[in-house]
């Protein structure tokens, strides 16, 4: 009988050790990121003030990690603890009922050393900022329209075309020979911030297709 019960106790603080060894307590942080980070503030996705809103807000957090769901409401800060398993991958979802600031991602325990740090760009949400502040613009020079333009052979790069000296138009128009594009001046005297990164954006995309990677202004 005593041998039994010295077995059981062997066996029960056997597994608890496992159950500890297996699990471990890990920090955690939602990081936000401008998409276009740049010296000219009006290009930039986002203000420094907004990218500091973002990462010092409460977020959602929804962590699947083998048959076990967690869901964590973060502190003010954007940080969070969680138990991690040794075994399974994690399915995280951050903020997963919003259209701007969600993102899912897939991890295996062992790329988390030390702080989890869940890194998402601004790129959704400076899009859709934009969109509300001037939204025919938008509709007309959003990112995906700019692949649909190249894919219907309609290649052009936006900018404004007041104050121009001939010289410039020379050099634009041979670039534009070059890479087999128009440029499209969309812009007079006054512009207003939402268009310059709506067009910016455009740009940036029209670019990469047309393999540009040079400066085209």
Not at 39 to 65: P, T
Not at 91 to 118: E, Q
């Amino acid at each position: 009988m005593h041998q039994f019960v010295r077995t059981f106790l062997c066996l029960f603080f056997g597994i608890l050790a496992f159950s500890a060894f297996s699990q471990d307590m890990k920090l955690g942080k939602v990081e936000f990121h401008k998409s276009f980070p740049s010296e000219h503030k009006m290009i930039q996705s986002s203000s420094d003030k907004q990218i500091e809103r973002l990462n010092n807000r409460r977020h959602r957090i929804e962590i699947r990690q083998g048959t076990k769901d967690t869901i964590i409401i973060t502190d003010s800060t954007a940080t969070f603890r969680f138990v991690l398993g040794i075994n399974d991958s994690l399915h995280i979802k951050v903020n997963p009922r919003s259209r701007t600031i969600s993102k899912s991602m897939v991890l295996h325990p062992k790329d988390i050393i030390d702080t989890l740090r869940l890194k998402i760009s601004d790129r959704r949400l400076a899009a859709h900022i934009d969109s509300l502040q001037t939204p025919k613009f938008y509709a007309k020079y959003n990112e995906r329209q700019a692949e649909i333009d190249f894919k219907n052979g309609k290649a052009q790069l936006l900018g404004s075309g007041s104050f121009i000296g001939e010289e410039t138009q020379r050099r634009r128009q041979r670039f534009a020979d070059k890479y087999k594009f128009e440029y499209r001046y969309v812009f007079g005297c006054f512009v207003s911030r939402p268009e310059i990164r709506i067009a910016h954006r455009y740009n940036r995309v029209m670019k990469k297709l047309l393999g540009i990677e040079e400066n085209v202004w």
